[in-house]
């Protein structure tokens, strides 16, 4: 099945500056044209090529645009797990000083699988490649990407249809052209969540 679409942007902040005195207000679109298909009955997919740009009432930030991919991958292999594969390109918010904001493309992969009725296992993994729009005359240390890498693992337990336990255990890096300015991060999560 072939598809298009045209989602305009329309971002309107509650203050005219930021702190940087730039007005980040402003319109843009995302247009996409791609294929949605079901390739057996446990492997589902799509493909698309997308255009994405952003405009700032600020004549002093340029616009931040480009084409990108989207992609997904369905896989049902057992009745018991299923794993979904993603590539998409964004336009991305940003306070940088000497950016306007920056085109992400996001690759990830997700497995879910229940050891039981009321116990399911997640892992996932992701990369994140984020290309900023330089203002003019910004300096040359100034940030100009950024890559982040994210891996994770989950344990939910369902304790009946409405409340459900999660811990999970999350790890980033990130990676950027600004020395000292990486990081990576081990984080611990347990919550407990409601469902209507």
Known sequence: RAYASYAPINVKYDEDDDRNGYQRSGDGYVASGGLAMTLTG??????????VSR???DPLLPDTSGWGLGAGLGWTP??????Y???DTSVQE????YASGYLRTLYSVRVDHELTRFLQING???????????IDGAPSDAR??????????????????????NASYDYGKLKTNVP????NVNTVWLSLGIER
């Open 42 to 51: 446990k492997l589902n997919g799509d493909v698309s090529v997308n255009y």
């Open 55 to 57: 405009s700032y009432d």
């Open 78 to 83: 057992t009745y018991l797990t299923t794993v």
């Open 85 to 87: 594969v993603r590539v």
């Open 94 to 97: 940003t306070t940088s000083e």
């Open 124 to 134: 996932f993994a992701s990369y994140s490649d984020n290309d900023y729009q330089l």
């Open 144 to 165: 100009a990407w950024d890559k982040i890498y994210r891996y994770g693992v989950g344990l939910s337990w369902f304790i009946n249809r409405h409340l459900f336990l």
């Open 180 to 183: 000292e300015d990486g990081y």
